[in-house]
């Protein structure tokens, strides 16, 4: 028995028991929640699994079915990422105005049409009418539902036990999709005699229709939305947590039926947005916000620059769903439980300025020369990663007579370094966040937040495609050109992005710290 299955059979059972104890942990703490949270949660279980698998195609699937180049292709996710931050804001609103389960059930009647028509159009004009823009009212309804659920379905003690737990489950959810991808596209790829995936794009007839590869995924991705609606049903749409711990009925507003329902939610909500907007307190709060949003846009270049940089850098048998997909969820499910017992008593400032500090700095570790740290390949670290994880061989013999590219380290050295400050910042920024909204404004508040997006998304987009373009560029007919020399350029520039959320953090420490004072002394 080598080192390595020594480490991971004694390490599994304890990470395993670890688990159910913070989840257990968690469920004490939250017992008094009534049990709409807990379908909630399985709800956003399915939800998470199907949009984590899905996020990680969305650039290969526009460059491989819809012909668009990395420029276009990166030019095209802003516009539906903009749409999506659009939509959000609003959504907020409109959950403050006609409740969660009705809201849920919009956005999952969106979603189907989203799904079915990334399964069958491939024209990207027609596409993005029919497929990214009710992806966008779909989706980005979810996350402001989430928050003010989990506020309304806890007290004012157990909030942030609920916000953790939703921590747990939206990462493990993330790691399941990452899983799920790799899984989809190597099952729907070509392979050489020797197992080497030669077209990642091959994709299988269904009932006499050829769907390609990543069709395919969006298939399974629409058989799981259309699962998900078994939930929904169960969700009571009146119900909140008061601070006593009991569970009590809210009135839900009539809005009259039909057209008229509509239009009267829809105006509401229009003077719901324009309270808000008019408050000075909420401009502070987006000041805030806004010194966040260059180390979190390091999350878009994952999900839309990393696809396309780790088939080109690290091969086509790279299986990128689980080298950031699943590693950092599955570190984050076990950090913030302890980084969270550990900083309790240190401020949330503290723990944003030096998190972000960690996130934003590790984007540089892809710069150390690859071969100063090849010989981890031959060693149990090798085994542990390319053997035990990645799978990409039986044994160490077998992967040594065809190693993997050193350029792995690197990105899994800045991946494990960028999570461990993640595991600092960002459960506190989602806190503080959701606590420092006004009672019957939590929505709205939650949903503005995403107005400083619109500025990084307008850089972050196009920036993908450009650094792919300069860095790792494709031949004329899509094939890979490498070995690309300045491959770490594209992070080195990502990383100069990231720099400046704790640059601002630290210059506007005096509003950051009144505004979290005054939202204690408030109680929000």
Not at 39 to 63: D, E, K, M
Request: include cysteine; charge should be positive; glycine fraction near 8%.
């Amino acid at each position: 028995m080598s080192l390595a299955d020594i480490i991971i059979y004694a390490g599994l059972p304890l990470l395993s028991i670890a688990f159910v104890y913070i989840v257990w942990g968690y469920l004490k703490g939250l017992k008094q929640s009534p049990r709409d949270m807990w379908i909630l949660f399985a709800y956003l279980v399915v939800t998470y699994i199907a949009y984590s698998s899905q996020n990680y195609s969305l650039t290969l699937f526009l460059s491989a079915d819809c012909g668009l180049t990395d420029i276009q292709a990166g030019n095209y996710i802003t516009i539906w990422s903009i749409m999506l931050s659009m939509v959000g804001m609003v959504a907020g609103a409109l959950v403050d105005t006609i409740g969660i389960k009705r809201t849920l059930l919009f956005s999952v009647f969106f979603l189907l049409i989203a799904r079915v028509s990334l399964t069958f159009v491939t024209n990207p004009w027609l596409l993005f009418i029919v497929g990214f823009v009710p992806f966008a009212i779909g989706f980005a309804i979810v996350s402001p539902v989430i928050s003010v659920a989990i506020k309304r379905f806890t007290t004012k003690e157990s909030a942030a036990l609920g916000f953790g737990l939703f921590y747990v489950i939206m990462n493990l959810a993330y790691a399941i999709g990452g899983i799920f991808f790799d899984k989809v596209r190597a099952a729907y790829s070509l392979h050489d005699e020797a197992g080497k995936i030669i077209n990642d794009n091959a994709g299988a007839t269904i009932l006499g229709i050829h769907l390609s590869t990543y069709q395919m995924l969006y298939l399974f991705v629409l058989i799981m939305t259309i699962g998900s609606l078994v939930f929904l049903f169960f969700i009571r749409g009146n119900v909140e947590l008061n601070d006593k711990g009991e569970t009590i009925a809210k009135p839900v507003e009539n809005h009259g039926s039909g057209l008229v329902a509509v239009k009267n939610a829809a105006v509401k909500t229009g003077k719901m947005l324009k309270s808000v907007i008019s408050e000075k307190y909420f401009w502070i709060f987006i000041s805030i916000i806004t010194l966040t949003i260059f180390v979190r846009m390091v999350f878009f270049q994952f999900h839309y620059t990393f696809p396309k940089y780790g088939l080109r850098v690290l091969g086509l048998d790279a299986k990128i769903g689980a080298i950031y997909g699943v590693l950092n969820p599955v570190m984050i499910i076990f950090l913030v439980p302890l980084v969270s017992f550990l900083t309790k008593k240190i401020s949330s400032y503290k723990l944003l300025v030096f998190g972000s500090i960690v996130s934003a700095t590790s984007c540089f570790i892809v710069m150390i020369p690859a071969q100063s740290v090849a010989w981890l390949t031959n060693s149990v670290w090798g085994e542990l990663v390319f053997i035990k994880w990645l799978g990409m061989a039986p044994d160490m013999n077998t992967l040594m007579q065809n190693p993997p590219v050193p350029e792995y380290w690197p990105f899994i050295i800045f991946i494990v370094v960028f999570t461990i400050g993640e595991a600092i910042w960002s459960p506190k920024l989602m806190q503080f966040t959701a606590e420092i909204a006004p009672k019957g404004k939590e929505g709205t508040y939650l949903a503005l937040a995403i107005l400083p997006f619109f500025l990084a998304k307008l850089i972050a987009g196009p920036m993908s495609g450009i650094l792919l373009n300069a860095y790792v560029p494709v031949g004329a007919n899509k094939e890979i050109l490498g070995p690309y020399v300045d491959h770490y350029m594209v992070w080195v520039w990502i990383g100069l992005m990231a720099v400046i959320t704790p640059i601002g953090l630290i210059l506007m420490k005096s509003v950051f710290q009144k505004r979290e004072d005054q939202a204690a002394a408030d109680g929000h």
